[in-house]
């Protein structure tokens, strides 16, 4: 049973197609249950998000979805949260929503995975800021303000690969992720990045499955053509492994699935 938990609207400004067409072809592509968890505002980089006046309408647009189509799919209500410390608004934490992705984007406010600023890894220690990465993945993770935990090695986005053991790199980030009670999300968007491959790599999912931390599916779709893309490569990575169940949440609350 397919569920796709992390896609995108035309509020963040980053984003095309409209939210019945994305929904339209979530269905056709077999998904029961869809999310939306759009860029949460905050007062940083506002421009790659939406504004907390916006946030009203955003949740109103996809409750009423949820009634148009809650005899074709279930549809879900979340954020996607950029983790930054002093940059977190209670406003968003509070919402009223299914889900909260908890999601790193920024290591000092250095945006490492826009293209626009892709020159300064050439000032940049590779393994140190693949360490510094997974070092705020952990303390994201230990506030247990999240529930779901956004393309975990999304450092990788541009192939500057460290020299040290991946694993090794990021076992106290899983080790808080597990602690948290915090599902880790398979997200196929790194298919379409010059990295080529699903976030997370199959060693740190492998990892993930041995501490027994859970796992959802997300297309992190910001146009049609990306709702569902590539998805029976992270649904087969998961069998592979192991895992027989995912997660969905409503109003917060973990709901198993069978994959």
């Avoid at 409209?18 to 968890?37: E, L, P, W």
């Avoid at 976030?199 to 931390?213: T, V």
Wanted: charged fraction near 30%.
């Amino acid at each position: 049973m397919k569920v796709d938990l992390h896609n995108h609207t035309t509020l963040c400004n980053h984003a095309t197609g409209t939210i019945d067409k994305y929904i339209q072809k979530a269905i056709k592509n077999g998904v029961k249950y869809y999310g939306f968890s759009d860029h949460a505002p905050m007062d940083f980089e506002p421009q790659y998000r939406m504004n907390f006046e916006q946030m009203k309408e955003y949740e109103d647009d996809i409750k009423q979805a949820k009634k148009r189509y809650k005899n074709e799919c279930e549809i879900l209500l979340g954020y996607e949260v950029d983790y930054l410390k002093g940059h977190i608004d209670e406003r968003v934490l509070n919402a009223d929503v299914d889900y909260l992705i908890g999601s790193v984007h920024f290591i000092d406010k250095w945006g490492f995975d826009n293209p626009e600023f892709i020159g300064k890894y050439a000032y940049k220690d590779i393994d140190e800021i693949w360490q510094e990465y997974f070092d705020t993945i952990e303390e994201m993770a230990s506030t247990k303000l999240f529930d779901i935990v956004g393309h975990i090695d999304l450092i990788k986005i541009f192939k500057f690969m460290p020299k040290k053991d991946i694993s090794l790199l990021a076992a106290k980030a899983l080790k808080a992720i597990k602690k948290a009670g915090m599902v880790m999300e398979l997200n196929s968007a790194g298919f379409r990045k010059p990295i080529g491959e699903a976030y997370p790599s199959l060693d740190i999912l492998k990892e993930a499955y041995k501490l027994g931390i859970e796992i959802t599916f997300g297309s992190d779709a910001h146009a049609l053509e990306q709702v569902c893309q590539n998805y029976d490569k992270i649904l087969n990575m998961a069998k592979n492994v192991g895992y027989t169940k995912c997660v969905i949440f409503k109003k917060r609350k973990k709901v198993f699935i069978d994959i």
